[in-house]
């Protein structure tokens, strides 16, 4: 399975911040929107990823205020990217060992999204379940009427 096939299912909605922008306002947009990152725009370019775990790092930096803070301070600069051709195995390593919850998805300098560890494991779980559904139907219909298991039970 490929990255591009979350992003199918995910659907095309993206949701950007400019670096320059408050951090205030980029905690307004996650909350009502229920959004665990945002991306980082400037001039067009990805420049870096915002998530809730940058927001409380930041906040906890200024004494429990977010006061006039900027996006780009909380920031992860040149975050961890992928692109929809990588294999869903591939980004689950990379995000395990870079502790990456959230990947953009590029291709070149455009951005198609960004998955979750949460899309990465639905997506093995989902690939997994079907898998044995396969199965479990290729030995319920095993081609000389005995299955596998049949055969066990004679030993």
Known sequence: MKVSDILRVKGGTLFTVQADEALALAMKD???KDLGSLVVMAKGSLVGLLTFREVIQQIVKNGG???DT???AAMVPQP???TGDNDIDEV???MLEHHA???PVMDGPMLMGVISFYDVAKAVVDGQNFENQMLKAYIRDWPDGSAPEAED???
């Open 153 to 155: 039970a004679k030993l």
């Open 101 to 103: 919850r959230y990947m």
């Open 92 to 94: 689950r390593r990379m």
């Open 30 to 32: 996650m909350a009502e």
């Open 65 to 67: 205020q977010v006061g």
């Open 70 to 72: 900027l996006v780009s």
């Open 80 to 82: 961890l990217t992928c």
